[in-house]
Nanobody, 119 residues
Framework: QVQLQESGPGLVKPSQTLSLTCTVS??????????WNWFRQPPGKILEWMGA???????YPRPSLKSRTSISRDTSKNQFTLQLSSVTPEDAAVYYC???????????RGQGTQVTVSS
């Protein structure tokens, strides 16, 4: 059974870097041809795609966030990570990781982790 679990700090201060990890079980993140996506949903807003890393390690950050986003993976731990730098209160959201067949898609998704940005 495929499962994804997000982890990271629930509270980040403005200007700091947010780092989230998605731990995957039930499937290897190197299995062709999956894309491992990050999403977020700010309060009262729709789900927003943040970026993706593929089974081969190619990364696709959201263009509007490219300068602040880094996506990486640790295949030995079957994890992939999202780093978002210079956070502001507008980055507060529930962050999700998901598995899909393309950018912005998912057939399995984690339960999400709440991130608050506040000093």
């Amino acid at each position: 059974q495929v499962q994804l679990q997000e982890s990271g700090p629930g509270l980040v201060k403005p200007s700091q870097t947010l780092s989230l990890t998605c731990t995957v079980s039930g499937v290897s993140i190197t299995t062709p041809d999956y894309y491992w996506n990050w999403f977020r949903q700010p309060p009262g807003k729709i789900l927003e795609w943040m970026g993706a890393i593929t089974y081969s390690g190619s990364t696709y950050p959201r263009p509007s966030l490219k300068s602040r986003t880094s996506i990486s993976r640790d295949t030995s731990k079957n994890q992939f990570t999202l780093q978002l730098s210079s956070v502001t209160p507008e980055d507060a959201a529930v962050y999700y990781c998901g598995r899909g067949r393309g950018v912005g898609e998912y057939d399995y998704r984690g339960q999400g982790t709440q991130v608050t940005v506040s000093s």
